[in-house]
């Protein structure tokens, strides 16, 4: 989320969102949405629920396939004039690369849960 925000701020004042023709407000609820599922899903996860991973791993595959969709072509194409400059890229990527790895750790994690469970550790 450190690296979202500030990304998200940008992606607001160049009309990220509302250039897929979607309404500020409808905007909005999705971002507080997409920064409210991953912390249900730390909380599950600490609790030892496996829905707490898989929560986790769609969300961080959510973020990282969209990031990837909307802004892949820009971090290709577009050159040092773009948004603010590298630090518009620098930001994107980490968002990919961040993303992918808790949808990746998230499967880890939950296959650890479930071996935990099965070996009876979990009452």
Not at 13 to 34: I, K
Not at 107 to 115: F, G, I, K, P
């Amino acid at each position: 989320m450190i690296v979202s925000v500030p990304h998200v701020l940008e992606d607001f004042h160049y009309g990220g969102l509302l250039g897929f023709g979607a309404p500020q407000a409808l905007a909005v609820v999705l971002l507080l949405a997409a920064y409210a599922l991953p912390i249900v899903g730390i909380a599950l996860t600490m609790r030892g629920l496996r829905a707490g991973p898989a929560l986790l791993a769609i969300t961080g595959a959510v973020w990282c396939i969209g990031a990837l969709l909307v802004h892949g072509s820009d971090l290709l194409l577009a050159g040092p004039e773009y948004r603010h400059g590298p630090i518009s890229k620098v930001l994107e990527i980490a968002i990919i690369i961040l993303s992918a790895a808790v949808a990746l750790e998230s499967v880890v994690v939950s296959r650890a849960l479930r071996r935990k469970k099965q070996i009876g550790h979990t009452p």
